[in-house]
Nanobody, 128 residues
Framework: QVQLQESGGGSVQAGGSLRLSCTASGSASKYFTMGWFRQAPGKGREGIASINNYDFTEYKESVKGRFTISHDNAKNILYLQMNNVKPEDTAMYYC??????????????????????WGQGTQVTVSS
């Protein structure tokens, strides 16, 4: 069982930066897919960034060039560096993880169905 805990959310002005962290525990596997999702008020949850243990990454077009996903293998922490934030980035941000049973292929993905484990979320509010 994997436990995930997000931190680092808060309020920031448009154009500013914020770094989210997600501490993972409970898995000894070196193979994984992890992702960041967000849900704005009145909207569905959307995937915005994904990374696997080989450090391959994938981004939603709206955050590409502004957000960077990374993973510290030694500390088992997932990060989301958010630069040049915009009011439309305001949302609850969630990290998610999947430990694949088939290690011959470790996918990326921005789809919710790919992930079995979820954190509780951290709020990001961007003011104009």
């Amino acid at each position: 069982q994997v436990q995930l805990q997000e931190s680092g959310g808060g309020s920031v002005q448009a154009g500013g930066s914020l770094r989210l962290s997600c501490t993972a525990s409970g898995s000894a596997s070196k193979y994984f897919t992890m992702g960041w999702f967000r849900q704005a008020p009145g909207k569905g949850r959307e995937g915005i960034a994904s990374i696997n243990n080989y450090d391959f990454t994938e981004y939603k077009e709206s955050v590409k060039g502004r957000f960077t996903i990374s993973h510290d293998n030694a500390k088992n922490i997932l990060y989301l560096q958010m630069n040049n934030v915009k009011p439309e980035d305001t949302a609850m941000y969630y990290c998610a993880a999947e430990v694949p049973s088939d290690t011959s292929y470790i996918p990326l993905g921005l789809e919710e169905w790919r992930y079995s484990y979820w954190g509780q979320g951290t709020q990001v509010t961007v003011s104009s």
